[in-house]
């Protein structure tokens, strides 16, 4: 299911709640719809976490790396 299938089915299901109610069967979709909407989100931190590059190592922190330039001082 693509992510806004995903959204507009939580919401409906949602407002159907606040209104008239859920079947069980209904609210059992709706939490495998937010589970999988909380994990699709953690998957998508996780990358941008992944991605995220030091472009300059402040003053006074040595990397790790036995390349590396900076030194403790």
């Known amino acids: 299911m693509e992510m806004n299938e995903l959204i507009a089915r939580i919401n409906l299901l949602y407002h159907k709640r606040q209104t008239e109610g859920l079947t069980a069967a209904e609210q059992h979709e709706q939490a495998e719809l937010r589970r999988q909407y909380i994990d699709i989100m953690k998957g998508n931190v996780q990358n941008q976490l992944e991605r995220i590059q030091l472009v300059d190592e402040p003053a006074g922190y040595p990397c ?3 390349d590396c330039k900076y ?3």
């Open 64 to 66: 790790d790396k036995p």
């Open 71 to 73: 030194t403790k001082n």
